[in-house]
């Protein structure tokens, strides 16, 4: 099964809580969590042996099969991914199956977490296709979740004609509002904070209020990381007053020097993101007019625009936003297929922008750096394809014949 859904979504917290549910039931044999940046867990060097390890650990049996074929080929974990997974995990257990000493009645899973995570789209492919030529012809009822995003690469390797017969999938998409949760969430967690800080005397008892928790939980929107990010911060310090904490979040106070960063977490996810995208001046002619130009045309009245009409339809879709920049239709979907774990791409040709908080990212160069997106510069360019699109129509208007 692939488990897939936006940066944030809550992936890695219900892999964890199958993990833990299916080591209890007795069903687990390995879980493997890629971290981006963990030296350890953000390349491959190390699955096969982290796994057929666990595996001894589960099943006991297999200690001795897979020690002999690592003694056997002192090399093994210099081969590649298929070899090591034959050698250690698939011929070991089809020798205990075939010796009746492990039964089909209840499956092993394997839990793979982060799969974005791990260093070189090819990698990550060529990982999913070894996993399932293993483990595909095994009498054993072999059960293996694969958290990640859902990048372009996973998309297509898990769309390839080999690999769609044997996967399910399961999106943590917006059908489901998480919106109730994440405000209880919040309204716990301002609950503990309020009972357990050290300088819990000090917080005002209507703290804080039902319009702030609303506010945050909208700007979460539906992503639990904003919210955990929010608390963690507002906090996480002993020594500094939550309320002065959640006034730095509402941009009512300054944050207390350069280490005093509220969202810390969500720069480091953002900056992961966007370093992944190949041509990011290209993106960024995109992330203007959806962040900067767009707002500006939304929250106009329809008597107010002095602009052309079919503009505000421009702004809201993708094949009007490749019209809008004169590019050639399907360009700006490719461009945004990069950032797939943050903007969704809906079948009709309407974006939307999953993470509230990125505007935020973005427009504070603080927070973005290279990245920043300066108001005054998209506004420009804009500016000068309005003037574009409005001389190609009157050349267009001069060629048509009079009547």
């Given at each position: 099964m692939w488990l897939y859904g936006a940066a944030g979504a809550g992936k890695s917290a219900i892999a964890h809580t199958l993990a833990e549910i299916c080591e209890t039931c007795g069903w687990l044999v390995a879980s493997f969590f890629f971290w981006k940046t963990a030296g350890e867990r953000n390349n491959v060097n190390r699955f096969v042996a982290t796994v057929a390890l666990q595996v001894t650990q589960v099943i006991p049996a297999s200690r001795e099969l897979i020690g002999a074929a690592v003694g056997h080929n002192s090399f093994i974990f210099r081969q590649s991914i298929d070899v090591q997974l034959a050698k250690l995990i698939i011929e070991p257990l089809q020798k205990l199956y075939s010796d009746g000493l492990i039964f089909d009645i209840s499956p092993l899973v394997f839990i793979l977490d982060g799969l974005d995570e791990c260093q070189g789209n090819s990698i990550q492919s060529g990982l999913i296709k070894s996993l399932a030529a293993a483990f595909r012809d095994l009498p054993l009822r072999i059960r293996i979740l694969i958290a990640s995003r859902p990048e372009v690469c996973l998309q297509s390797t898990f769309n390839s004609t080999s690999i769609q017969p044997h996967v399910s999938r399961l999106a943590l998409s917006d059908e489901y509002s998480a919106d109730a949760d994440i405000y209880k969430y919040l309204e716990d967690s301002f609950d503990k904070i309020r009972q357990e800080h050290p300088l819990a005397s000090y917080i005002p008892s209507s703290w804080p209020s039902a319009d702030v928790l609303h506010g945050l939980t909208q700007k979460s929107s539906g992503?639990?990381?904003?919210?955990?990010?929010?608390?963690?911060?507002?906090?996480?310090?002993?020594?500094?007053?939550?309320?002065?904490?959640?006034?730095?979040?509402?941009?009512?106070?300054?944050?207390?020097?350069?280490?005093?960063?509220?969202?810390?977490?969500?720069?480091?996810?953002?900056?992961?993101?966007?370093?992944?995208?190949?041509?990011?001046?290209?993106?960024?002619?995109?992330?203007?007019?959806?962040?900067?130009?767009?707002?500006?045309?939304?929250?106009?009245?329809?008597?107010?625009?002095?602009?052309?009409?079919?503009?505000?339809?421009?702004?809201?879709?993708?094949?009007?936003?490749?019209?809008?920049?004169?590019?050639?239709?399907?360009?700006?979907?490719?461009?945004?297929?990069?950032?797939?774990?943050?903007?969704?791409?809906?079948e009709n040709g309407t974006i939307s922008i999953l993470h509230a908080s990125l505007s935020d990212f973005l427009l504070d160069p603080s927070r973005s750096h290279h990245f920043h997106l300066c108001r005054g510069s998209v506004l420009g360019d804009c500016a000068a394809l309005g003037l574009r699109h409005l001389r190609q129509q009157e050349s267009a208007s001069f060629l048509l014949p009079s009547k």
């Amino acid at each position: 099964m692939w488990l897939y859904g936006a940066a944030g979504a809550g992936k890695s917290a219900i892999a964890h809580t199958l993990a833990e549910i299916c080591e209890t039931c007795g069903w687990l044999v390995a879980s493997f969590f890629f971290w981006k940046t963990a030296g350890e867990r953000n390349n491959v060097n190390r699955f096969v042996a982290t796994v057929a390890l666990q595996v001894t650990q589960v099943i006991p049996a297999s200690r001795e099969l897979i020690g002999a074929a690592v003694g056997h080929n002192s090399f093994i974990f210099r081969q590649s991914i298929d070899v090591q997974l034959a050698k250690l995990i698939i011929e070991p257990l089809q020798k205990l199956y075939s010796d009746g000493l492990i039964f089909d009645i209840s499956p092993l899973v394997f839990i793979l977490d982060g799969l974005d995570e791990c260093q070189g789209n090819s990698i990550q492919s060529g990982l999913i296709k070894s996993l399932a030529a293993a483990f595909r012809d095994l009498p054993l009822r072999i059960r293996i979740l694969i958290a990640s995003r859902p990048e372009v690469c996973l998309q297509s390797t898990f769309n390839s004609t080999s690999i769609q017969p044997h996967v399910s999938r399961l999106a943590l998409s917006d059908e489901y509002s998480a919106d109730a949760d994440i405000y209880k969430y919040l309204e716990d967690s301002f609950d503990k904070i309020r009972q357990e800080h050290p300088l819990a005397s000090y917080i005002p008892s209507s703290w804080p209020s039902a319009d702030v928790l609303h506010g945050l939980t909208q700007k979460s929107s539906g992503q639990f990381i904003f919210a955990s990010t929010t608390v963690k911060y507002i906090g996480g310090d002993p020594h500094q007053l939550p309320h002065r904490r959640l006034d730095v979040i509402s941009h009512l106070q300054p944050p207390e020097g350069e280490e005093d960063l509220p969202y810390a977490d969500l720069n480091s996810l953002y900056n992961h993101v966007l370093s992944n995208v190949r041509n990011f001046e290209r993106v960024k002619q995109v992330l203007g007019v959806l962040i900067i130009l767009k707002p500006i045309f939304r929250y106009q009245e329809p008597d107010d625009i002095l602009y052309p009409t079919r503009i505000d339809d421009i702004l809201y879709s993708v094949p009007g936003i490749d019209d809008f920049l004169f590019w050639q239709l399907g360009e700006t979907k490719a461009c945004l297929s990069q950032l797939a774990s943050v903007i969704e791409c809906c079948e009709n040709g309407t974006i939307s922008i999953l993470h509230a908080s990125l505007s935020d990212f973005l427009l504070d160069p603080s927070r973005s750096h290279h990245f920043h997106l300066c108001r005054g510069s998209v506004l420009g360019d804009c500016a000068a394809l309005g003037l574009r699109h409005l001389r190609q129509q009157e050349s267009a208007s001069f060629l048509l014949p009079s009547k």
